[in-house]
C-alpha cells in the first residue's frame, strides 16, 4: 500500500520544484496576491500579511521582495519552516494563530483542502481579518473525471513521469479532500465574507477572493 503524503523532510527538500511541476498557475497565483496586496494598501505601511501553509517561503519571499514587512507564516510541519526562505515571523501551528491578529490579508493557497476542520478554519480566519480585510484561498475542489484528467495532462506536459503521478494521487487519498467549488461560495457567505469572487482557475484548482 502507498505511504500516506506528508510534509517532511524528503517533501520539504523538493518542494520548490515540485510546487511549480504539479500545480497549474502556480507562479501566476503568488503574483497575483502580491498585485492585490499592493493595489489593495498602497497607503498603509507595512500591513500585515499572513501566509496559512507557507511551506518553503515562496510566496513570503515574493512578497518581502515587493517591500512588504510585516509578514507572517504559519505552517504545522517544522521540516517545511526549517526550509523556508524567510526565517522571521514564523509560526509552527496546526491552529489559525488567532493571537497574532488583526491581519489585513490572509493567503490560504493549496493549505484548505489539507484541513478537515476547513469551516472552523475559514471562521478563525475571519475572526483574525480587519474589517475590509482580504481573504485569497486557492484549493483543490471536486471536479469531473474529465477535467481531473486535463490537470494530470498539465503534469505530464511539465515532464511528470506516469508512475509519479499514480504514486501522489494514491498518497492523496484521505490527506487532501476536495470540496466543491459551490461549498466554499457558500461556507464563505455564510460565515458573512462579502464579494467573493474566483480570481484564477485551471482545471480542479480555483482561487477565490473574499472581503471581511
Ligand atoms: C502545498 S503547500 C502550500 C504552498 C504555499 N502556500 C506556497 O505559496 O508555496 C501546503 C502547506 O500546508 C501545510 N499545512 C497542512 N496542514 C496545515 C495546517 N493545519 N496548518 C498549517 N499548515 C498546514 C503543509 O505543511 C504545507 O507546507
Redesign the pocket.
Known amino acids: 500500500m502507498q505511504e500516506a503524503w506528508k510534509?517532511d523532510e524528503k517533501v520539504a527538500e523538493r518542494f520548490d520544484r515540485e510546487?511549480h511541476m504539479h500545480i497549474p498557475n502556480y507562479e501566476a497565483v503568488?503574483q497575483k496576491c502580491v498585485a492585490i496586496a499592493k493595489r489593495a494598501y498602497p497607503n498603509t505601511t507595512n500591513p500585515k500579511i499572513i501566509?496559512?501553509?507557507?511551506?518553503t517561503g515562496?510566496?513570503l519571499a515574493e512578497l518581502r521582495k515587493a517591500g512588504f514587512e510585516n509578514v507572517w507564516g504559519?505552517?504545522?510541519?517544522e521540516a517545511?519552516l526549517e526550509r523556508s526562505r524567510v526565517q522571521e515571523q514564523l509560526i509552527l501551528?496546526?491552529a489559525f494563530p488567532k493571537r497574532e491578529g488583526p491581519f489585513h490579508m490572509v493567503l490560504a493557497?493549496?493549505?484548505l483542502h489539507?484541513?478537515m476542520e476547513r469551516r472552523a478554519y475559514l471562521e478563525d480566519i475571519r475572526s483574525s481579518l480587519r474589517e475590509g480585510g482580504i481573504l485569497i484561498l486557492t484549493d483543490k475542489m471536486t471536479s469531473t473525471p474529465f477535467i481531473h484528467e486535463r490537470y494530470h495532462d498539465f503534469k505530464r506536459a511539465m515532464g511528470v513521469s506516469e508512475s509519479e503521478i499514480a504514486r501522489k494521487q494514491a498518497s492523496l487519498v484521505g490527506v487532501l479532500e476536495t470540496l466543491p467549488l459551490e461549498w466554499y461560495f457558500e461556507t464563505l457567505k455564510d460565515l458573512e465574507f462579502r464579494n467573493v469572487s474566483v480570481i484564477d482557475a485551471a482545471y480542479c484548482f480555483n482561487t477565490l477572493i473574499a472581503f471581511k
Open positions: 510534509f510546487a503568488v501566509d496559512v501553509g507557507s511551506a515562496y510566496t504559519v505552517d504545522n510541519s517545511m501551528s496546526h493557497n493549496w493549505t489539507f484541513i
